[in-house]
């Protein structure tokens, strides 16, 4: 079975301070990670991925996340948040040799001015 | 490619009423998922295909719930008889094996 939690519901950040969205997995085999964020109203939108290489990877809207096997961690940052970056962000997790995409239970990021 | 499409945007049903949710995933894609999201239970994964074939259906919640994808450019999620707990925002989602999904606006159902 694979998984992904995300810890916190919610996260408060004041504008131009750096942020950051935890997401841990557990998944067998090599893990493709993902990033999505959804705005009120709309569909999931793709932010950034996982798959092999660099395990810093950099994504749509200055986001990046980084991947730490031994953590079983893939944090979502961003070093000056944005007002516009309020939404729901969500963590998602594949395993390699299957199809299968788990979702976290999602994060609320709040970016006061 | 106009991305994934779903139908109807909203849909507004009675009790006890069928519901029939429709999905075309983008050109290409050879999987298809099918998720429910609530504010008490989150995104819901319910059931997911590959090829058309359908994989994993062990999110359906109940019988009443059903789901086929007859060929690759589209597929459907039918509700019956439909009940005001399945009141929820429902979308369809389409990916490459491992690569990102994408997802369609997704239908908003009200069961009154």
């Known amino acids: 079975a694979q998984s992904v939690a995300q810890p916190e519901d919610q996260v408060n950040v004041a504008e131009g301070n750096p942020l950051t969205v935890k997401c841990t997995y557990s998944v067998s085999g090599n893990p493709y990670l993902f990033w999505y964020v959804q705005y009120p109203n709309r569909g999931l939108q793709f932010l950034l991925k996982y798959i092999t290489g660099d395990n810093l990877v950099k994504g749509s809207y200055g986001f990046e996340a980084e991947f730490n096997k031994s953590q079983t961690s893939f944090h979502l940052k961003k070093p000056s948040a944005l007002v516009s970056d309020s939404a729901l962000y969500f963590c998602?997790?594949?395993?390699?040799?299957?199809?299968?995409?788990?979702f976290g239970g999602g994060t609320r990021l709040m970016v006061k001015p | 490619d106009a991305g994934v499409i779903q139908s109807p945007r909203h849909e507004v049903t009675e009790m006890g009423q069928e519901v029939t949710l429709r999905c075309k995933p983008i050109?290409?894609?050879?999987?298809l998922f099918w998720y429910r999201q609530t504010m008490m239970r989150g995104l819901e994964l319910l059931i997911y295909f590959n090829n058309n074939v359908p994989i994993d259906d062990s999110g359906m919640p109940e019988d009443r719930f059903s789901a086929k994808m007859p060929n690759a450019s589209f597929s459907t999620l039918k509700i019956q008889p439909s009940e005001p707990r399945d009141s929820a925002v429902y979308f369809c989602?389409?990916?490459?094996?491992?690569?990102?999904?994408?997802f369609g606006q997704g239908t908003r159902l009200t069961v009154v």
């Open positions: 050109s290409g894609h050879n999987s």
């Open positions: 989602a389409s990916r490459i094996v491992n690569t990102e999904a994408f």
């Open positions: 998602a997790v594949s395993r390699n040799a299957g199809n299968m995409l788990t």
